[in-house]
């Protein structure tokens, strides 16, 4: 098998495409031939050490992927050799082939491509947990997306639109607020040009949005928490911007709104039952068509170091797909 191995975290230009042993399945595991691996922004972590999950070295990249079985542990029994699966795993998918822990892969139903099987977990998933487990979110509500064109805000926008919620996205450039609307956005705003708090305000009647959904932090923060409507719920997803922002919590009181976390691989590893419900739930939205991932484009393996730079240069409209 092949790799692109990571033995020194300190950015994308020191990962090798090496040749390894291909291992053997052991209780427990599944061995997969990846045909598509999505990137994640905590790929973009991950290899350079600032992300909260630090994986022993060294280590293979690549949180999500899918593919087919090529061998079972002993005592694996809900997927078996010649199946196609889907893993969020956490590491191994920028390969050819990776070990994955059997609790961790999602047997595919027929129709369901590799390439959008492999963009759909991290992104939908969390997004689901979000907005329906974490924010309650009701069909009439307004929900305001930040990072809309990104791979969670891509989701964040289907899925909110699938719950019946009317949808504000906002991005940082007039091809991202167009991509947020072809998906389904009601409105956009662009926050390199317009001043947020005035747009959302400008979007929403004065009202403000129930909830914000904000993989992005940094300076969107605030704003967006002092634009939430009486009883808003305002989601931390992330802070792709690289800084995590610090809030007044008299905000809060003012209009009685919730500061809500959200961490998907928490929540699967405390919850095992009702993530693997919701992970279900997914299938058969996306079987329904209420949900389809956004590919940007699919890429060859070998040409992961581009990937990561276009990634890292906030050009990604949607996903990124690695493809063997
Ligand atoms: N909580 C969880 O369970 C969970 C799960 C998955 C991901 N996440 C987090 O969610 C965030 C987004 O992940 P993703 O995979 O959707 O990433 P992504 O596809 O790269 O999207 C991130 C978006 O953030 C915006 N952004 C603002 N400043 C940026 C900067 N300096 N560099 C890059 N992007 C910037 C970009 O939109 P604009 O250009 O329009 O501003 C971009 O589209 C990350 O922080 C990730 O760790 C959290």
């Known amino acids: 098998m092949h790799a692109w191995l990571c033995e020194n975290p300190v950015g994308v230009e020191a990962l090798q495409w090496k040749e390894l042993p291909t291992p053997q399945p052991q209780a427990g595991e599944v061995l997969v031939e990846i045909k598509a691996a999505s990137l994640n922004f905590p790929d973009l972590l991950i290899v350079q050490n600032k992300y909260q999950v630090k994986p022993p070295l060294p280590f293979v990249p690549g949180a999500e992927y899918a593919g087919v079985v090529a061998a079972v542990g002993p005592d694996v029994k809900h997927v078996k050799p010649g199946e196609r699966v889907a893993c969020l795993s956490g590491t191994g998918g920028f390969a050819t082939h990776a070990i994955a822990p059997a609790a961790q892969c999602l047997p595919l139903p027929a129709g369901f491509p590799h390439p959008d099987a492999a963009a759909l977990i991290m992104t939908y998933a969390t997004s689901l947990h979000a907005l329906v487990d974490r924010a309650q979110l009701k069909a009439g509500e307004t929900v305001l997306v930040l990072g809309g064109a990104g791979g969670v805000g891509t989701a964040a926008i289907q899925i909110a639109k699938a719950v019946g919620a009317r949808v504000i996205a906002a991005a940082s450039s007039a091809e991202k607020c167009e991509l947020c609307r072809s998906i389904g956005a009601d409105a956009t705003i662009n926050y ?9 305000g400008a979007a929403t009647g004065g009202r403000g949005p129930d909830v914000v959904y904000d993989p992005v932090g940094g300076d969107l923060a605030e704003p967006a928490l002092r634009s939430l409507a009486w009883r808003g719920r305002y989601l931390v997803i992330g802070f792709a911007s690289g800084t995590i922002p610090s809030l007044p919590l008299n905000l809060t009181l003012l209009k009685g709104t919730s500061i809500v976390g959200v961490f998907w691989g928490r929540f699967m590893r405390e919850e095992p039952q009702a993530a693997a419900a919701l992970l279900t739930e997914l299938t058969r939205w996306y079987g329904a068509g209420r949900i389809k991932p ?23 409209k949607g996903k990124l797909v690695m493809v063997n």
């Open 294 to 316: 956004v590919i940007d484009r699919l890429m060859p393996m070998a040409e992961l170091k581009a990937a990561y730079d276009y990634m890292g240069s906030r050009g990604v």
């Open 192 to 200: 390199s040009r317009d001043t947020l708090r005035d747009a959302i």
